[in-house]
């Protein structure tokens, strides 16, 4: 593969895992996590994120009105905890079934050639 066609293809994997990301996230966010939680939690079930990529991407979603957090403080240094809002439930109940079609659609593409 030459180093333009890489780069490429780079950025289209970043961007696509951008949309699956912000899916993940609503999704793990039905429950109340703070950051670094959230982090372990989803590369246990196979999804690595970069702190460099969650954390702005958990501001984002705050500000865009996706979650709720709130300020805990206990042993050690506070804590920023992370929850889906009604709204973002709502996002992700519509992101879900786009999800949900597009991957049939996909397979069906895939399969017919």
């Known amino acids: 593969m030459s ?3 890489k780069s490429v293809t780079e950025n289209l994997v970043a961007e696509l895992r951008r949309g699956v990301l912000v899916l993940a ?3 793990q966010l039905e429950e109340e996590y703070y950051g670094y939680a959230l982090r372990e939690k989803l590369a246990q079930l196979g999804l690595a994120v970069p ?3 969650l ?3 958990l501001r984002r979603l705050e500000t865009q009105g996706l979650l709720k957090s709130r300020w805990q403080l206990g042993e050690g240094r506070p804590r920023r905890y992370y929850q ?8 992700l ?3 879900s079934k786009e ?6 659609a996909l397979n069906r593409i895939r399969q017919a050639d």
């Not at 999800?99 to 049939?104: G, Q, S, Y």
């Open 3 to 5: 180093p333009s066609a």
């Open 25 to 27: 996230i609503l999704t």
């Open 51 to 53: 702190e460099g990529t």
């Open 55 to 57: 954390y702005p991407l």
């Open 84 to 91: 889906t809002s009604k709204e973002g439930r709502q996002t």
């Open 93 to 95: 109940g519509e992101l």
């Open 99 to 104: 999800w949900i079609f597009l991957e049939k």
